[in-house]
């Protein structure tokens, strides 16, 4: 077994502080990766919180690595030691049910293994995540992540990238359909900047318009405020997709109003308490309410290798472990411009 220097929650409500934690020794399909960096979703604080339910402590969380393999076991074939990898939500699944064997590992009908808070099928500990400085997984479920993705921005497409990339495909964005991202976190900034990729036109929904320059910078055509009741107004009928990506409740049947006959409204957002929706909100434009979990991992390479293609990386402000508790508040204030990623060296 490995000893490796990590950052854990040790209760709902205490800061998160430094640790170790031990990596089991590699099985025969087994990658050891050295993480460079380590992306701070918002899922992270639901979970050490306690906001998804009650979790066993310590816990270190994070699910958007990035690092370079330094071992291989014996049966590897798809890494090598000195390859640039990366790991997202996932880090096994059954790999026989249907949904696994179309690829779609994250709807595993056992339940896919998180890469933290997870029962790891290979010696039944809970999973630690990526807070920290290396970490032990199935040679399956570690990305390849292209050289010309800068390593100290790309963490966060592991996450925040593929939980946007999946619907906005699935729901065909593209040129000439209109997709509102509502909320400009990590993920909000994700969804804007790659649904722009696939030549959508592209409306952010924000709180306020204080991040309205950075919408248009990514390549928004607009960007409104919700607090401002005549957005609503303003909009209505107005989009084919919507995705929404905000980590508090929020009255959907508003922003339904806002979507075309027939238009979607996909929830990746994962508030705590629950979202109401009246039935005649649905019925009355044929309307889909729809949700999505992150992505299969033969979709989470396309996605990485498509961020590659066009350019596309996360906005990011890079921070040394100590400064989680700290980051984390921002996050909380939605005051994240617009995703910390931690140096992993800062972990030592
Ligand atoms: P984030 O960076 O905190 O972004 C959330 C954004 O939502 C904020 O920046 C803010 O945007 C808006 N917002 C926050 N509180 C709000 C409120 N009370 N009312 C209206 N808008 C509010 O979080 P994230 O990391 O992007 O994650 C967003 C959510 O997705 C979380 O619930 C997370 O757990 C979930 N998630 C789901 C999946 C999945 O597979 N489905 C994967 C990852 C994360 P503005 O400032 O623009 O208003
Ligand atoms: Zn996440």
Redesign the pocket.
Known sequence: MLTVNAYAATSADAPLTKTTIERRDLGPHDVLIDIAYAGI???DI?TVRGEWGPIEYPQVVGHEIVGHVTEVGAEVTKHQVGDRVGVG?MVNSCGECEQCQAGKE?YCLKGNIQTYGGVDPADGTITQGGYSEAVVVNEDFVLRVASDLDIEKVAPLL??GI?TYSPLRRYEAGPGTKVAV???????HMAVKIAVAMGAEVT?L???T??RDDSLRYGAQAHYA?KDAETFEKLAGSFDLIIN??????DVSAYLRLLRAEGVMVN????SDPLEVPAFALISGGLTWA????GGIAETQEMLDFCAEHGILPETELISAEQINEAYER??A?D?R??FVIDAKTFA
Do not use: D, E, F, N
């Open positions: 979703c918002h899922s639901h939500c994250q996450c925040a939980t509502v909320g400009m976190g990590g993920l909000g952010v924000s709180q306020t204080s991040k919700t990506t905000v980590s508090a409740k929020i990746v957002g994962a508030p949700g999505s979990m992150i996050v909380l939605s994240v617009y995703r």
